[in-house]
């Protein structure tokens, strides 16, 4: 019995590599081709547009689901509080090392210097993104140990609205002082958690069940301060009417844009969670 279920794992363990590679991949090619291409003007208008996305993301997307998964709303929040000190010392570190870089040598800051000492959130929004990519591809394991066609589906989902986000964070960067081919080589490579996650997922997902809800807090929390610390304040530096409306309505487009892509990404997440549940159940009956 134990061999004629060897092709059927071996299957899974491939859908599931090639579903998480396909989807953290294609969505940041994507949001590349979106973002990258932009004019300096255009980025920098589209900073308000990542407040939105990255506001959403965390607010309608993340913590929804961390909270729905039923574990304790005080180590939710603890989690996020933890989340949020935490990213405020990791910024801490980033200005100390940088400010002790420039102390007494003597030379001229370069131009931008300015624009990059505003933008200080790349290492801040790269580990927020690896966390979320991670819990990703527990999702997408989960929906493939229920049913291969859950699997697909889900994949598809969670790179849909995954493409905003992306651009969300590649306009971060940009911003933060990235040149456009380092801000892809690192987006790349955080899309990469994606795969590790479907892996961990698949072996070890009854154990590792319980600590989604609390990945994808901590990667909220990124998303929380980046958009509230670091870019908002960017933003109140024109505090023209007219600027300020177009910055109004860019939030307002990656809220909706968020909320949109995500609508129908949860369902496909509580049906792959429910299959997973129900497949656990008929083993252990069957054992």
């Not at 589209?46 to 574990?71: K, Q, Y």
């Not at 007219?242 to 910055?247: F, H, I, T």
């Not at 990404?265 to 054992?287: N, Q, R, S, V």
Request: proline content about 3%; overall charge negative.
């Amino acid at each position: 019995m134990a061999r004629s279920r060897e092709p059927i794992i071996q299957s899974t363990i491939v859908l599931i590599l090639l579903a998480t590679a396909l989807s953290g991949v294609g969505s940041i090619l994507c949001a590349a081709l979106l973002s990258l291409t932009a004019a300096a003007r255009a980025v920098e208008r589209m900073v308000s547009f990542s407040v939105g996305v990255l506001l959403a993301t965390a607010l309608l997307h993340s913590l929804p689901e961390a909270f729905a998964s039923g574990a304790d709303p005080r180590a939710l929040f603890a989690t996020l509080l933890g989340g949020l000190l935490g990213f405020f010392l990791l910024e801490k570190i980033s200005l100390l090392r940088h400010s002790h870089h420039h102390e007494g040598d003597g030379h001229h800051h370069h131009h931008g210097h300015d624009r990059e000492e505003a933008g200080r959130s790349g290492l801040t929004i790269l580990v927020g993104d690896t966390f979320h990519n991670f819990a990703d591809g527990i999702v997408i394991a989960a929906a493939f140990l229920a049913d291969p066609k859950i699997g697909i589906v889900t994949a598809l989902a969670i790179a849909a609205h995954e493409i905003p986000q992306e651009v969300g964070d590649f306009i971060v960067l940009l911003n933060a002082g990235f040149s456009k081919a380092r801000a892809f080589a690192f987006n790349l490579l955080s899309s990469f958690a994606a795969v590790a996650g479907g892996v961990v997922g698949y072996f070890l997902l009854d154990d590792m069940s319980g600590w989604v809800p609390y990945v994808l807090v901590i990667a909220a929390s990124s998303f929380l301060y980046i958009a509230v610390s670091d870019l908002m304040p960017q933003m109140q530096r024109k505090p023209r009417w007219r600027e300020s409306l177009v910055q109004v309505v860019l939030i307002g487009a990656g809220i909706l844009t968020i909320a949109w892509m995500t609508n129908g990404a949860h369902e496909h997440h509580d049906h792959a969670h429910g299959g997973h549940d129900h497949a656990h159940a008929e083993g252990h009956a069957h054992d």
